[in-house]
């Protein structure tokens, strides 16, 4: 499944699942996927790293089994060093953990490390407050950074421009592959200044599932 993630050259768009329709996912990924997407957005949270609970391993899981779409796998959870295997065997393409969610460096290097012996893609978080600085030292090891551009927890917040510039700062200090992400408050607008700092994969929930044709919000967005 990971040697389909592609990225070269290429804005990837991953749409969040957090602003779908939940009595209904299978159509809800299935009509992103027609409108274009290769990716989903999965929204991980516990109600404790950030105040909202959402999905777990068995909704993973049963996603999977519905779609051949790559499932980036967001983890808004404390100690992710615990859960990286069930959510690994779960399907997920990748699993991104967030780098405050961990008490040391050294953990920091477990969860990559636990990630990638599963076979799958690693990516790092940070939430607004943190800088970038803070997580150069990982960027040779992992395959994604998800920059998040609004508190993470929940959807159709309002974008923090302030934290978009750390998209340039990550990508002078890494190398040509690394995906960087952005996530929280994307819409037309929002997207074109990431992509001209240098984003190349875009997370958006409520812009494209609060948009009446996903084709065309997608489109928007590229
Ligand atoms: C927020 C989540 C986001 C959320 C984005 O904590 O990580 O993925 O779905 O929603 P929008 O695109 O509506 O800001
Ligand atoms: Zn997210």
Request: aromatic letters at 8%; proline letters at 4%.
């Amino acid at each position: 499944m990971c040697d389909r993630i592609r990225y070269m050259n290429k804005i990837i768009i991953s749409p969040s699942i957090l602003s779908a329709d939940f009595s209904n996912l299978e159509k809800e990924i299935s009509a992103v996927r027609e409108a274009g997407a290769e990716w989903i957005h999965i929204d991980v949270m516990d109600g404790h790293f950030v105040p909202n609970i959402t999905i777990g391993v068995p909704v993973v899981k049963s996603l999977r089994k519905t779609t051949d779409l790559i499932l980036d796998t967001h983890l808004m959870i404390e100690n992710p060093a615990k859960y990286i295997k069930p959510f690994a065997e779960s399907g997920a393409d990748i699993l991104t953990f967030h780098y405050e969610a961990c008490k040391s460096s050294d953990e920091v290097k477990e969860v990559i490390s636990l990630i990638k012996s599963f076979g799958i893609k690693a990516g790092i978080s940070i939430k607004p407050k943190t800088e970038a600085k803070e997580i150069f030292e990982y960027l040779p090891l992992v395959d994604l950074v998800l920059v998040m551009t609004v508190e993470p927890g929940f959807g159709g917040q309002e974008f923090m421009h302030e934290c978009a510039m750390k998209i340039p700062q990550i990508k002078e200090k890494a190398t040509e592959n690394l995906i960087i992400q952005v996530d929280g408050g994307v819409n037309n607008i929002t997207a074109k200044i990431c992509k001209s700092l240098g984003a190349t994969s875009l997370v958006a929930g409520s812009y494209i599932y609060g948009s009446k044709d996903y084709k065309q919000a997608i489109q928007s967005l590229l």
